[in-house]
């Protein structure tokens, strides 16, 4: 009959209307800026740094500059110097590192190439939106002091990715260390053995001196 | 104050209406003969007569302004086409001759006629009366106004929807 | 304004009182002259302020209805939105084109604003507060309405925009098609109270039957119907959804309203809803009972406040069908006015000549005649209602696999 439907949408519109006063499902807007909508852990924005410690960013920056990330970048938003010193990382170990480390965050394209082709898990997406400035050039090169979050930061916004990476990395310096005291053992076996038979040389059997290349 | 307002209807009136006939733009010359419309309605008013000058109201301003707007637009080519102005001088002379005739005609039989006294203040005839009248006295001439209305709307129809006979003969 | 007698109560008498005291004092013409100055004003500053509250409630309300807030960061509850949106019109350039008709692109809004607020003078919104009383109230009513079609064209034209010129042609094609249902509609009521003036019919629905159901218009066969198509008429006459064809921004950006910027613009805006407004107070007069309050134990609440509370009810109906309802093209527009709402509005008036000359059937004949009028509305809308849906076969879909 003519007008049954006009009453159903009538009676759609009502529901909504009145559900609206006390049903969340019914009024869905999140008041921005008071409130916020909780981000998925795998939202992505813009790129960071990730330094091991909060205290020195600097001195414990993961970044090697290798310039992987730089050759990779679609856009070519990153800019990177190698340093021509080397300086203790982390673990202690002398390692040169990144002088300059410019990202142009207005030419990003947010595609996380960077982050996969990373050998050294340092550099990470973030999940900051709220980066806009009064100026388009100077503002958005964002360099490395802004770039550099510590590793309780990413813990924080990725747990599960965090967690992942220091599980593996921890397991890679285990595996490095057992090797280290391995070769370490066996420098010492090594060097412990032409020790004892010094006194009796045997006929080129275990002579150090190179061969000639025959 | 009485004869100052009717002196002011009677101006509006007129004077909208002449300026109508000397614009040269239509839209403009269909507008003021509305607003010469809207006179008449009032000076229905003035007098008493509330049901008529509402009805000239309704028929003329609602609706046959309507009907001559449409005519004048959809009969235009173009919006230059819509300025008027006499063709020669000798024709402008002879039509302000002609209606200078009917209007000595009609100041005549204005001037010329007894009319009766003016009536007490109040509703010359109220509604209810009208239409007791309407459907009882002249119900015979409202039956026949209906009847050439609907003769003349049908015929505008047919008119209309005529083929135009010259059209036949270009299907191949 | 009709006098007050002296046993209505104080709440009711009060809008007179505040009159009498300021205007007491002046001699006899002066005093007529100030009355009706003061009625102009307070039904000026009162819609006006109406149309602010209609724009931000309409706001809210249809923002409820699509699951968000609406408006609600102008102050508490976006209550100051009307101001700011009121400032940003008034601040607006005004734009006219070179080849525009100046004089008539200037005189639409004002004729269309003026003749939608000249229709407030004869709704009665109290028991005495008509600021005119006429003998063809009704009839005034809707001649000035007609009046507005006039601007509408007249704004059509003097844009020297052809799109503006087809969408002012096709708002005109609807405003008439749909004007006469509407004069149709209250024909059967004027048949029944026998008379044209506004407080004359509001009189005529003043009684309850067996002392609790108000005979109200609404509340017969042959008044609901006229009800319905009066307000689907209404919808149409002031070009609400959903026939806001010749408004609507996919239809020809504006329609007859492109060229029109600031002030202009808030004028055709306003004329909008002022006409809401006016059809709504008539709907209540004609069919709702105007100021009489629906149980006779309800009675001590002033009778303005009676007419405040339907009119609102109108206007909230009104909102309620823009947010539910898609927009009707024109050929479905003039379908429904001429193939089903004219027939529908004639067999109407048969209806109520049925009913008016049965009046006095009593006792078991009441049931009968109740019984045929019912018949009398309910077929020719089931019929009608299936022929204008006739030739649209259920939809099938065909998919590309």
Known sequence: MLGSGLLQGLAVTAKNFVGSFHDPKRLTTVEYPEKRTVLPEAYRNFPFLVSEKAEDPMGTLRCVACQICEKECPPQCIYIEKSKDKKPDATGKMQIYPAVFLIDSSVCMNCQICVEVCPFDAIKMDQVFEIATQERFHALLLDREQLAKPNSYFHSIRPSEAAEVDGRLAAERKVAEEKAKAAALAKAAAQAKPVAPKTEPAPGAASPKPQNPA | MTTALLLLICLVTLGSAATAMLLRN?????????????????????????????AQLLVYVGAVSMVVLFAVLLTRRSRTDVTVSADTVSRAWSAVMAGGAVLAVLLYGALMTT??????????APVKQLGAELMGIHAASLLVIGMILTVATLGSVVIASEEPSGKKEDAP | MMPSTPQDSLLERAPQLLRDLVTSHLPEPWRWFANSLIAMIVILAVFGLLFAALTLVERKVLGRVQNRPG??????????????????????????PRDADHILHFLAPVILLASTVMAFAVIPYGRHLVPVDLDAAVLYFFAVGATTELAVFMAGWSSHNKYSLLAAMRALAQLISYELPLLLSWVPVVMISGTLSTTGIVAAQSAWKWGWVPTWNVFTPWGFAGFAVFMVAALAESNRSPFDLPEAESELIAGHLTEYSGCKYVFFFMAEYFGMTALSGMAVTLFLGG??????????????????????????????????????RIDQLTRFAWKFLVPLALINLGTTAFWSLSFGWT???????????????????????????????????????
């Open chain 3, 71 to 96: 408006p609600n960061r102008t102050g508490p509850f976006g209550l100051l939105q009307p101001i700011a949106d009121g400032i940003k019109m008034l601040s607006k350039e005004d734009i006219v």
């Open chain 2, 26 to 54: 239509l839209i403009h010359s269909v507008l003021l003969l509305i607003g010469s419309w809207i006179g008449v309605a009032i000076f229905y008013l003035s007098c008493g007569a509330e049901f008529v000058a509402f």
């Open chain 2, 115 to 124: 009319l009766p006294a003016a009536s007490a203040h109040g509703p010359a």
């Open chain 3, 363 to 401: 006792g078991p004949l009441q049931l009968v005649r109740w019984a045929v009028a019912i018949v009398l509305v309910v077929v020719p809308f089931i019929v009608m209602g299936r022929r204008l849906s006739s030739g649209v076969a259920p939809r099938t879909y065909s998919y590309a696999t």
């Open chain 3, 291 to 328: 100021w009489h309050a629906p149980l006779p134990s309800l009675e001590f609440i002033p009778s303005y406040a009676w007419f405040g509370a339907k009119l609102i009810t109108l206007l909230v109906g009104f909102i309620w069908i823009r947010a539910t309802f898609p927009r009707l």
